[in-house]
């Protein structure tokens, strides 16, 4: 056993050399300044997908330091009753705090980050941000001396000249002008209270809405957020007695409502909405988080091709001056397009259309929004679920596309067991068709190039309409977009983005591979390339021969159907129209094996975000998705293309079996024909675009509907686990859709999602 001065000696060594390594650590450090942080502060630079520089912007253009005496003395008093109360009494630096810290970091967590104003000033003023037990303990050494070395005033000073308050600004002075439009000592208390809720997370706190960043964080959500950590602020300032009673019943009076959001250098045109969908990307592919990302520093090498987004946004102006007039007509104001361009085989997005610019205070990314249903294009998902998985009737063996089902107006939807569904009153349901046209008993191929809407619910209950959200889902839309499972399910309720539906059309180019879209190819720092942004792996979403036969149907489409319009390209293409109930949406995806394409078009109120009717636009009774959104397409792939080959498709071979609707006559020879063969046993008409029924309001339940067949009731349909009845959330109408059911959606089902 050692001696007990040996242990002693030990003990007075370890001791002498922690106090040693922190005092030369102590004296090792410097003490940051706003200043050094500024200077340090860089623009990320992003790159065309041909390396070329696209536009440069970040915190270097909208940061600018003040003095203390130029804060408002509310301000200060707002951030440190809401941060740190004990500012002017503590040392600056807190143990249990660092501990938690440290502790957290030992297990591979986060660090939580300071707890104190000093301590926040200080990781304000590191552009590193290693999660790493060496950074806290400098850190630590940091805070502590300047706790030592600078005033109270000038810690203060100094961390609200570094704090990230959104929208791009660093800064108080930045932050007043960007959300007041004033310099930052004309700041009134109740704003200063407003700034001050900022700093808890401007993603989740500016009523703008962050829907790009993150779908939770909608102008509803970040606004009640904001109005009660404001409220709370003033009320903690009361209690701190930092103003007076007085002071406080005005402050509190009114909700200091921040100015919209305005287009900085360079974030203009297209560009805006190009760095919003790669910012995201990169985002929501590291750990990297919006503060640290906007102080500068990045390249950012895109997928987006400078000439095919040129060819788009041209496309869209062409097309839209041609035919909409909101000066003459007011059916024709408030009209939105948003597009997307994906390379089948390998999900890069060359282009978008995401609005008409930032700069025309148009701040929606069109191309990755959600909250407009995709209406008719969505039946390639049922013709292929049953191609696949053929429906209860045949066991497994895939459907053919020459099945008949019937066509007719004013059907009633039969359930597997052979009862009807049912309303709410117990009446039979009855699904429309956009006319009272006779058409009988069609094969689907022809029903899907008439785009009539009463073969595909039925077949959609057939086949499951769980099966076709997983073929959907297989083929790249987002769990987020998905509209609840009733019959009308079938007929393209769900809402996904542009970019997802031009890449799950992409899946059928790519005769049936799926390769998730991305916008981004590489990411540098400081020179160092980072990881994470290798190219997404192929997958095989359904058989090749599948996609096979869903591409010949929607060639016909384009040959024979609603989207004759397309023929103008002038090469083998496939594609789908779309149009909604109530015509609120109209929609055209199409296809090359080179490039596949979505066009949507819309009208919404600029204040509620509602989607409004375009019954009247561009002078015509109503918008279908093979008129002006199919004018857009081929405009701009005749310019995306030109120059290219023309390599068709690969030849669709017979698959399934012909599988009639119950009560559908025997089928002629004929109906055996190839798959390429069109089908003309119904006599021909004038293209129309069907339009799905609404679905119950959104207070009725599952037993009412009498939806809980599906999956013998289970929950996917608002039924219990066990089938019982259970409470329904019917998919709200194809033409009021979003989280209330009345406005257009929130983000969900945008190109990630928020974390996809």
């Known amino acids: 056993m050692p001696s007990w001065r040996l242990v002693s000696g030990a003990c007075l060594f370890l001791f002498g050399s922690m106090v040693a390594a922190v005092g030369v650590g102590y004296a090792m450090v410097g003490v940051p300044s706003e200043e050094n942080a500024a200077a340090l502060s860089q623009n990320n630079v992003y790159y065309w997908a041909d390396g070329s520089q696209m536009v440069a912007t970040g915190a270097g253009q909208n940061r600018q330091n003040v003095t203390i005496d130029r804060i408002p003395k509310e301000m200060q008093y707002a951030v440190i009753s809401a941060e740190n109360k004990t500012f002017y009494k503590d040392s600056g630096v807190d143990p249990m705090g660092i501990a938690r810290a440290l502790a957290n970091m030992a297990r591979g967590g986060d660090t939580q980050g300071g707890s104190t104003i000093t301590q926040q000033f200080v990781k304000n003023t590191y ?168 102080q500068g520093g990045y390249q950012i090498y895109t997928t987006f091709e400078k000439d095919k987004v040129d060819a788009l946004a041209k496309a869209v102006k062409k097309i839209e001056k041609e035919n909409i007039d909101p000066k003459s007509r007011k059916e024709d104001e408030h009209v939105q397009f948003g597009a997307a361009s994906v390379e089948p085989n390998d999900g890069a997005i060359v282009a978008l259309y995401g609005g008409a610019g930032y700069e025309n205070n148009h701040f929606n990314n069109n191309a990755d929004t959600s909250g407009v249903p995709v209406g008719s294009t969505w039946k390639p998902f049922v013709l292929a679920a049953a191609m696949e998985h053929g429906t209860y009737k045949t066991e497994g063996v895939g459907v053919s596309p020459m099945s008949k089902y019937n066509g007719d107006d004013h059907l009633k939807v039969r359930k597997p067991d052979g009862s009807y569904y049912l309303r709410k009153d117990n009446s039979i349901f009855y699904q429309e068709n956009e006319t009272d046209r006779r058409w009988g008993y069609i094969t689907l191929r022809k029903a899907m190039e008439q785009s009539i809407n009463t073969p595909f619910v039925q077949l959609g209950v057939d086949v499951g309409m769980s099966k076709v959200r997983d073929v959907a889902k297989a083929s790249g839309i987002l769990d987020q977009s998905f509209a609840g499972l009733n019959p009308s399910f079938a007929l393209g309720t769900s809402t996904p983005s542009a970019i997802r539906m031009a890449d799950a059309y992409a899946t059928f180019a790519a005769s049936g591979k799926q390769t998730a879209p991305y916008s981004v190819k590489a990411v540098k720092y400081a020179g160092q390339e980072l990881g994470g942004f290798e190219k997404p792996k192929a997958t095989q979403a359904m058989p090749e021969n599948v996609a096979n036969n869903v591409t010949d149907v929607l060639e016909n489409v384009i040959q024979n159907g609603t989207a004759k319009n397309a023929k103008a390209l002038g090469r083998t293409a496939a594609g789908k129209t779309g149009t909604t109930d109530e015509n609120k949406s109209a929609w055209f995806v199409g296809y090359t094996q080179q490039l596949s394409t979505s066009v949507a078009m819309f009208r919404e109120d600029p204040g509620s975000h509602k989607l409004l009717s375009m019954n009247g636009t561009a002078g015509v009774d109503s918008i279908h998705g093979g008129d002006i959104p199919t004018l857009v397409w081929t405009e701009y792939m005749r310019a995306a293309l030109e120059g290219q080959p023309d390599p068709g498709f690969p030849a669709a071979t017979k698959i399934g079996e012909i599988a009639d609707q119950v009560g559908a006559p025997s089928p002629s020879p004929s109906v055996t024909a190839s798959p390429s063969q069109s089908a003309s046993e119904s006599p021909s008409a004038s293209p129309t675009e069907s339009s799905p029924t609404p679905t119950p309001s959104a207070t009725e339940t599952c037993s009412a509907w009498d939806f809980d067949c599906e999956e013998n009731g289970g929950n996917t349909n608002g039924g219990t686990d066990t089938g019982g009845s259970g409470e329904v959330t019917p998919t709200p109408s194809t033409t009021e859709t979003g989280d209330t059911g009345t406005s257009r959606g929130n983000g969900n089902g945008g190109f990630f999602g928020g974390t996809g």
């Open 127 to 294: 552009l590193s941000q290693d999660q790493t037990i060496s950074r806290k303990f400098k850190e630590m050494f940091i805070s502590i001396k300047v706790g030592t070395k600078l005033t109270k005033d000038e810690i203060l000073q100094g961390y609200l000249n570094t704090s990230y308050y959104g929208r791009g600004a660093y800064g108080i002075q930045a932050a007043a002008q960007t959300y007041y439009g004033k310099d930052a000592v004309k700041l009134n208390a109740s704003e200063c209270a407003f700034l001050a809720a900022l700093l808890k997370g401007p993603t989740y706190y500016d009523p703008a809405g962050n829907e790009n960043l993150d779908p939770t964080a909608t102008r509803k959500a970040n606004r009640e957020r904001s109005e009660v950590r404001w409220r709370w602020i003033l009320g903690e300032m009361r209690k701190d007695e930092r103003i007076s009673e007085a002071e406080y019943q005005k402050a509190i009076k009114k909700y200091p409502t921040p100015q919209g959001r305005k287009a900085i250098k360079g974030m203009t045109g297209q560009i805006s909405y190009l760095v919003d969908t790669a910012k995201k990307y990169v985002l929501n592919k590291s750990d990297i988080d919006e503060a640290k990302f906007d």
